[in-house]
């Protein structure tokens, strides 16, 4: 495979010897199972029915709670395993996280009481909250700069077939009486065996390694994965970062200088704004909207499969792109995008779907249409890179707790968005789609001027070349070599 040759913007060449290696690929495969356990779950937990009128379909405040409880038990978890993360390293976090998981899913499936399912939920949600917060960090550590794009949203490929996989396993389990349900629930266990299973075969990554004074094995495990011996200036550069992060005693109490604010503003807003897409919107709404439009007996299970085959699709695609493009350009367009699609499903919704009554045939297929454009562009650039860009714009003294403070938010606003949009669908009716259409313009100029971009940048690199060259964040760096505003590297801290 090719070596690589990374240009930074300045036009500089910079050589990072390295091949994408097979330990690579089979890890980062390994470690995204993180994403199937966490895709699994939002599809299982997706599949409600309920009655009532076409914008109140489902609002029942007790199954608005269940469904969220499991976040409350994620954001816990994700604190905790920031912490695990950065003490005991990525592959051991992805174990817990796996156990985890897989508890959760033994106690959903022999439940005989509602305290055993409510306690699966928790164990489910630990397990997400350790595996969202390690998986990313994992992914972004072992790959080499030029590919860690793609690699990485491997992460948000596997949650997306985690969906479409639980909505199969309801269809087919939604008739086996009386057990389908534990069938469905307990098929949870199958990511988590993979991850566990998988994660006896991966390796650690070189940079958690030198974090933990384990320098050797760090200088091997980099050889190994990078695929060539001349490892040094790449090794070089780790040490140095984590030389110079040795002298951050508290990670949390470091995010909230001047220095990291930059990365923190902008990982948690990318978090934040993925949520406000209005994703779960669309995704928990549209079975329902097809079945109301008259689409036939089989609807809701027609559009879950064919909305939830376009998302991999998206996803696959932007794997490809994402390190050509850049990450900024896929935001951009998307959100465009997403805007018109969201905008044309609002006014059809206005013009055409009363309370009660059923929309004409072509306005429907159009709706489905819409639908589709929409997740295709949440596909290849909010959903995925809301894992990437937090994942590889922090500095190592902050990247576990930076990196759990935006996972924290994506499990925050998941919740806040479940707890309110049934309630708002219900009341602002299709203005809920206008509401998000004007949070998609606000997210649309935020990717213009104040996300810089993080393509082919090697990890331990973006605060000199990314956040110290961006007209708006260098502010933040201004007053550094006279000590106001945090620690700040050594100036020649990059590869020569
Ligand atoms: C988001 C979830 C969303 C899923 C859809 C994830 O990246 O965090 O909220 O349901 O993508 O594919």
């Given at each position: ?49 309920l009655k009532r009128n076409n914008y109140c379909k489902f609002s029942s405040q007790l199954l608005q ?432």
């Amino acid at each position: 495979m090719p070596e690589l040759t990374l240009v930074d913007g300045s036009g500089v060449r910079r050589d990072f010897p390295a091949k994408l290696t097979w330990q690579v690929i089979v890890c980062t495969v390994i470690a995204a199972c993180g994403g199937l356990m966490f895709g699994y779950d939002i599809g299982i937990s997706g599949s409600i029915k309920l009655k009532r009128n076409n914008y109140c379909k489902f609002s029942s405040q007790l199954l608005q709670l269940f469904t969220s409880s499991l976040y409350l038990a994620a954001i816990v978890g994700c604190f905790i395993g920031s912490i695990c993360c950065k003490k005991r390293g990525r592959k051991p976090t992805m174990q817990i996280a796996s156990v985890f998981f897989l508890g959760g899913a033994i106690l959903n499936a022999a439940a005989l009481n509602i305290g055993m399912l409510i306690a699966g939920r928790l164990c489910l949600g630990a397990g997400i909250g350790f595996g969202n917060q390690a998986v990313p960090l994992f992914i972004s550590e072992i790959a080499p700069a030029r590919y860690r794009g793609g690699l990485n949203l491997c992460f948000q490929l596997l949650i997306t077939i985690g969906i479409l996989t639980a909505n199969v396993v309801n269809y087919a389990t939604s008739k086996l009486h009386p057990y389908g349900w534990r069938i469905s629930l307990g098929g949870a266990a199958c990511p988590a065996l993979l991850l566990l299973l998988g994660s006896v075969m991966i390796v650690e990554t070189p940079t958690s390694l030198i974090e933990r004074g384990k320098n050797e094995e760090g200088l091997h495990t980099l050889k190994k994965i990078r695929g060539v011996d001349n490892v040094d200036k790449e090794y070089e550069e780790i040490s140095q970062a984590v030389e110079f992060s040795r002298q951050i005693k508290h990670p949390f109490k470091n995010l909230w200088k001047r220095s990291s604010r930059p990365q923190l503003v902008c990982g948690a807003l990318i978090q934040i704004f993925q949520q406000f897409t209005g994703i779960s919107v669309v995704m928990l709404y549209a079975p329902v909207l097809f079945q109301t439009m008259g689409l036939g007996e089989n609807a809701s299970l027609m559009s879950a499969l064919m909305t939830n085959t376009v998302k991999p699709i998206g996803t696959l695609f932007a794997i490809f792109v994402v390190d050509r493009f850049g990450r900024r350009a896929l935001l951009i367009e998307a959100a465009i995008q997403m805007f018109i699609s969201l905008g044309a499903i609002g006014v059809i919704l206005a013009v055409h779907l009363h309370s009660t009554n059923v929309v004409e045939k072509h306005y429907a297929v159009l709706v489905i249409v819409l639908v589709c454009v929409f997740l295709a562009g949440f596909a290849w650039s909010w959903g995925p890179l809301g894992w990437l860009i937090p994942s590889e714009i922090f500095p190592i003294e902050t990247r576990s707790a930076g990196f759990s403070v935006a996972v924290i938010m994506n499990f925050v606003f998941t919740f806040l968005v479940a707890q309110t949009f049934l309630t708002m669908l219900c009341h602002l009716r299709a203005g809920t789609f206008f509401l998000y259409c004007a949070m998609l313009a606000v997210m649309c100029l935020f990717a213009k001027y104040f996300l810089p971009e993080t393509k082919g940048v090697p990890i331990d690199e973006m605060v000199e070349r990314v956040w110290k060259q961006h007209w708006f964040w260098k502010r933040c760096y201004k007053d550094h070599d006279t000590g106001e505003g945090g620690l700040d590297k050594p100036k020649d801290n990059t590869i020569a």
